[in-house]
């Protein structure tokens, strides 16, 4: 019975040891020279669960003036059912003199743990003056090492400058040269208005040759138009504005009538075929076609083209001489300007690198 109380004693002693909270600081080390790490470590252990509170940890308010705080974090260390939190910061100083830090207060489940004070020395670092060492030569100059990318960019920025002085050279010589810049264009003869719709006709004549009736309503469209431009190119009527009635009411009112009488048949058979679907035959097709041209021969005679004023392919060349000119001179000044800024540039930057 009594090994039995014993053994029960002894379990009950083992949890209230492992239950039972320590606090402590410690300090690795109590002398250190001026700028070494000390570590300042305040070990906390509790049992499995309990909640561990360092207020003023993070702020290092409670640090002495005249320490430094270099570094601080919090280790864990599980054992059964207790753990070890460490609370750890790495201090120096740079005074030589004794530092004292103060009494750290835990809280653990609500509880204050308090923690004993710390010392330690910063001693100064001991210089020999009695020692002698024999006096170190001088460094002699030293010339970096050639590297061949770092002076490319610059090779490169004095070969265009170069070339844009030979391209402004070049300008320069073909303004000297008093050959024209831009060679004179042949004017063309503007077609009367008989011979651009005898043109037309014919290109009618060839692309309806042997098309059958498929193409009956664009047969009759495309000789319409080319009577109607003839008219607006002949006699001035905007005939390309005005219905096929408007047209033959305006042609009544000019000379013969007969001839005006076969135009009216052309428009209306034109007028049926487009929007009656109205069907002819070849011959039929031919007989309008030669009242068109029939027409167009009738009323050639006597047109007189406007006189609108006119620049002279002589005027036209030199005025477009001038302004090639006056772009070459700008492209020349442009070319010298970026030159010379390209080359100060590349001046700038060799210097550089030589130095």
């Given at each position: 019975?009594?090994?039995?109380?014993?053994?029960?004693?002894?379990?009950?002693?083992?949890?209230?040891?492992?239950?039972?909270?320590?606090?402590?600081?410690?300090?690795?080390?109590?002398?250190?020279?001026?700028?070494?790490?000390?570590?300042?470590?305040?070990?906390?252990?509790?049992?499995?669960?309990?909640?561990?509170?360092?207020?003023?940890?993070?702020?290092?308010?409670?640090?002495?003036?005249?320490?430094?705080?270099?570094?601080?974090?919090?280790?864990?260390?599980?054992?059964?059912?207790?753990?070890?939190?460490?609370?750890?910061?790495?201090?120096?100083?740079?005074?030589?003199?004794?530092?004292?830090?103060?009494?750290?207060?835990?809280?653990?489940?609500?509880?204050?743990?308090?923690?004993?004070?710390?010392?330690?020395?910063?001693?100064?670092?001991?210089?020999?003056?009695?020692?002698?060492?024999?006096?170190?030569?001088?460094?002699?100059?030293?010339?970096?090492?050639?590297?061949?990318?770092?002076?490319?960019?610059?090779?490169?920025?004095?070969?265009?400058?170069?070339?844009?002085?030979?391209?402004?050279?070049?300008i320069n010589l073909r303004l000297k040269n008093r050959k024209p810049l831009v060679k004179?264009?042949?004017?063309?003869?503007?077609?009367?208005?008989?011979?651009?719709?005898?043109?037309?006709?014919?290109?009618?004549?060839?692309?309806?040759?042997?098309?059958?009736?498929?193409?009956?309503?664009?047969?009759?469209?495309?000789?319409?138009?080319?009577?109607?431009?003839?008219?607006?190119?002949?006699?001035?009527?905007?005939?390309?504005?005005?219905?096929?009635?408007?047209?033959?009411?305006?042609?009544?009112?000019?000379?013969?009538?007969?001839?005006?009488?076969?135009?009216?048949?052309?428009?209306?058979?034109?007028?049926?075929?487009?929007?009656?679907?109205?069907?002819?035959?070849?011959?039929?097709?031919?007989?309008?076609?030669?009242?068109?041209?029939?027409?167009?021969?009738?009323?050639?005679?006597?047109?007189?083209?406007?006189?609108?004023?006119?620049?002279?392919?002589?005027?036209?060349?030199?005025?477009?001489?001038?302004?090639?000119?006056?772009?070459?001179?700008?492209?020349?000044?442009?070319?010298?300007?970026?030159?010379?800024?390209?080359?100060?540039?590349?001046?700038?930057?060799?210097?550089?690198?030589?130095?």
């Amino acid at each position: 019975m009594k090994k039995f109380f014993l053994t029960i004693m002894l379990i009950l002693v083992a949890v209230l040891a492992s239950a039972q909270v320590r606090v402590k600081a410690v300090l690795d080390s109590a002398k250190i020279l001026i700028g070494e790490p000390i570590h300042w470590t305040v070990m906390v252990d509790a049992p499995k669960g309990a909640r561990v509170a360092y207020a003023h940890f993070a702020d290092t308010t409670n640090v002495p003036h005249g320490i430094e705080v270099m570094e601080q974090h919090i280790d864990t260390v599980r054992n059964g059912n207790a753990y070890t939190l460490a609370f750890r910061r790495t201090l120096t100083a740079w005074d030589a003199r004794n530092y004292e830090l103060p009494a750290v207060t835990v809280q653990v489940d609500g509880k204050d743990y308090t923690t004993g004070k710390l010392a330690f020395d910063v001693e100064e670092v001991k210089v020999d003056t009695a020692a002698t060492a024999p006096a170190r030569p001088g460094d002699g100059i030293q010339k970096p090492p050639f590297q061949l990318s770092e002076w490319l960019p610059y090779y490169g920025l004095c070969v265009l400058a170069l070339l844009l002085l030979a391209v402004a050279y070049a300008i320069n010589l073909r303004l000297k040269n008093r050959k024209p810049l831009v060679k004179r264009k042949q004017p063309e003869r503007k077609l009367l208005p008989h011979e651009k719709a005898m043109r037309a006709i014919e290109q009618v004549k060839a692309q309806n040759s042997g098309a059958g009736n498929a193409d009956e309503k664009a047969y009759y469209t495309a000789l319409t138009d080319i009577l109607r431009e003839y008219l607006e190119d002949r006699f001035g009527i905007k005939a390309m504005e005005m219905t096929s009635a408007e047209i033959v009411e305006t042609l009544r009112r000019e000379g013969n009538s007969e001839t005006n009488a076969e135009l009216e048949r052309v428009f209306a058979t034109a007028d049926l075929v487009k929007f009656a679907k109205y069907s002819t035959q070849d011959n039929e097709k031919n007989y309008y076609l030669g009242n068109v041209v029939d027409y167009i021969e009738e009323t050639k005679a006597g047109y007189q083209p406007s006189m609108e004023p006119t620049v002279s392919a002589e005027e036209e060349a030199d005025q477009r001489n001038r302004r090639a000119r006056r772009i070459l001179l700008w492209c020349k000044y442009v070319a010298i300007v970026v030159a010379l800024a390209l080359a100060a540039v590349a001046a700038w930057g060799i210097t550089e690198l030589m130095n």
